[in-house]
């Protein structure tokens, strides 16, 4: 929790101070005698500036708090492995654990920024473009977050990323739900610091309990 707290607070603090600046200085907001229209305007930029500080936050935390969170979020996922199974498992070297957990993280971060490209690229078609791509991002975000968080005893299996995402889609409406909840929990700024550990604990639980691995 620290680790991501340190992570996120710093992502924000930088996204947050970078934008709020520029749009000080295009606006030309210096003195407190500023015309109202002029200042009413600021004050909506700097609602949706924050809006699009969360998500840009969100993108920037999955992609750089996975990764050195990673060998972490392993452990977490380990010990509640043997919880739930009763069964102990043969711990990895710490190296070896590291590199198998980031080697995880970053596929399915590169398969993420994939499909969410093309999904951007939706928005290019007139009229039905905007819509279209954020119901699809909106949707692919929650799948890609029931894979996130059901994927560490999948990593630790050694399973192809193709097998993960046959495994994930197997779930259904239960991978879905999950992901929702997770999307939400990570999207929340504080929250998710806190949330992340616990969203590994519910994952590895779901992935054990609803029987995942039947789906190979």
């Not at 992570?7 to 210096?30: H, P, R």
């Not at 005698?33 to 936050?57: K, M």
Request: charged share 15%; with cysteine; aromatic share 20%.
């Amino acid at each position: 929790m620290l680790i991501n707290l340190f992570i996120y607070g710093s992502i924000f603090i930088i996204t947050y101070s970078w934008l709020m600046g520029s749009l000080e200085n295009w606006l030309g907001i210096k003195n407190s005698d500023t015309v109202f229209w002029l200042r009413f305007f600021h004050y909506a930029l700097l609602t949706i500036g924050f809006l699009i500080t969360l998500f840009v936050c969100y993108l920037l935390f999955i992609i750089f708090g996975n990764i050195i969170t990673a060998p972490f979020n392993e452990e977490i996922s380990q010990r509640v492995e043997e919880i739930v199974t009763g069964k102990k498992e043969h711990k990895m070297g710490f190296w070896e654990d590291a590199y198998i957990s980031i080697k995880g993280e970053v596929q399915k971060l590169l398969f993420y920024l994939v499909i969410m490209f093309f999904i951007f690229l939706l928005n290019l078609i007139p009229a039905i473009g905007s819509v279209t791509s954020a119901v699809l991002g909106f949707v692919f975000s929650c799948y890609y977050n029931a894979l996130d968080f059901l994927d560490y005893p999948m990593t630790r299996k050694k399973m192809y990323f193709r097998s993960k995402l046959k495994v994930t889609s197997s779930g259904k409406m239960v991978s879905y739900g999950f992901g929702l909840i997770s999307f939400l929990m990570m999207f929340l700024p504080v929250i998710n610091v806190f949330m992340k550990p616990v969203l590994v604990v519910a994952g590895t639980s779901l992935y054990f309990e609803k029987k995942y691995y039947n789906a190979l």
